[in-house]
Structure formats: C-alpha cells, structure tokens
Nanobody
Framework: QVQLVESGGGWVQPGGPLRLSCPAS????????MGWFRRAPGNEREFVAG????????YYADSVKGRFTVSRDNAKNTVYLQMNSLKPEDTAVYYC???????????????WGQGTQVTVSS
C-alpha cells in the first residue's frame, strides 16, 4: 500500500518560514518525480513545485519562485518543501504527490497524500 504523509504545516506570520516533509512508503521512491500542490478555499488544486527522481531538475509556479525550494532525500524516501517569506495568499492545504515519469504541472500524478494545512496570517 502506497502512503504519502505530509507534515510540517501550521500557522505562521507573514514573512515567516515553514518546512513541509513528505515521507513515502510502498513505492519505488527513487523512480518517481515528486510534486507539491496546494488548494486554497474556493480554488482548485494548483501546482506549486516539482522535482525529478534524481533531483537534477526542479520546477516552480511563478507565484512561489524565489521563495520556495523543493528537495528530496532518496535514502529517506522523503520530499521536502522549504517555504520562506510566506504570504497570506500562500494559505492552503498542501499536498505531495508522486508519479512515474517526469514532472507535470497538472494533477496527473499516481499517488497523493492527505494534505497538511498551512495558514499565514498575523
């Protein structure tokens, strides 16, 4: 059974940092591209960041470029999302996802986590 379990969400003031983690089990993690998505209230799920299986390539949504960093540790079967300079508009449920093949900015991923809430407010 494949499991992706996000953690690290919570409340943070504008300008602050958070680091999300997503350990994976039940799949060949080192063969998967990993993505981070988010869904704000009333909005559809949107792509945030992605990383190839070997970390050679990363890709970011324009709205987070320069503030968020995606990384992975294949020895720990874990993908991370370091979020800096957070803004209220970053408030959303954040999901990690895995797919066989390259990064996609659409939701066409094979496996999804349950999500973790990130709230940015003063």
């Amino acid at each position: 059974q494949v499991q992706l379990v996000e953690s690290g969400g919570g409340w943070v003031q504008p300008g602050g940092p958070l680091r999300l983690s997503c350990p994976a089990s039940g799949l060949t993690f080192g063969s998967c591209a990993m993505g981070w998505f988010r869904r704000a209230p009333g909005n559809e799920r949107e792509f945030v960041a992605g990383i190839t299986w070997n970390s050679y390539s990363t890709y970011y949504a324009d709205s987070v470029k320069g503030r968020f960093t995606v990384s992975r540790d294949n020895a720990k079967n874990t993908v991370y999302l370091q979020m800096n300079s957070l803004k209220p508009e970053d408030t959303a449920v954040y999901y990690c996802a895995a797919r066989f093949g390259g990064i996609l900015t659409t939701t066409n991923y094979n496996y999804w986590g349950q999500g973790t809430q990130v709230t940015v407010s003063s």
